[in-house]
C-alpha cells in the first residue's frame, strides 16, 4: 500500500462530495461530516452493500482545508485513482474504488471526490 499525503484539496470543504456507483446505481452523497464512515455497517454515513467491502472499510477525514482517505485494514483494500493506499490526500476528481477490481462490474464501487 502507498501513502502519499502530499496533495492538497484547495476549495471549500463544505462542498465536497462524493459521486458513487455501486451496485445501486449511481448517487451523489455529500461530505458534511469531519469523519465521514463508509462500509456495509448500517451506521456508515456512506453503506454500500458488496461482498468485497468490509463492515468498516475506509474513512474520509477533513483535514486542513482538504480531505483524506484513510483504509480501515479493509480485507480488499482502497484504491485511489488506481494505486493501492492506506492514507492518501484527496483532491477533485480522483477515483477511489473499494476492493479488488476483478473482471466484472458486479460488485465494483466507485466513488469520484468531487469539491468546488
Known sequence: MRCAASRRLRSDV???????????????????????AIGRRTESDLRVVSSDVSRDHAEIVRHGDGYIVRDRSSRYGTFVNGDG??????????RIRLGRSGGADVGKVVVYFAAH
Open 14 to 36: 463544505s462542498d465536497a462530495r462524493l459521486e458513487v456507483t455501486d451496485t445501486l446505481g449511481r448517487r451523489v452523497v455529500r461530505v458534511e461530516k469531519p469523519v465521514f
Open 85 to 94: 493506499v492506506t492514507e492518501r490526500a484527496l483532491a477533485h476528481g480522483d
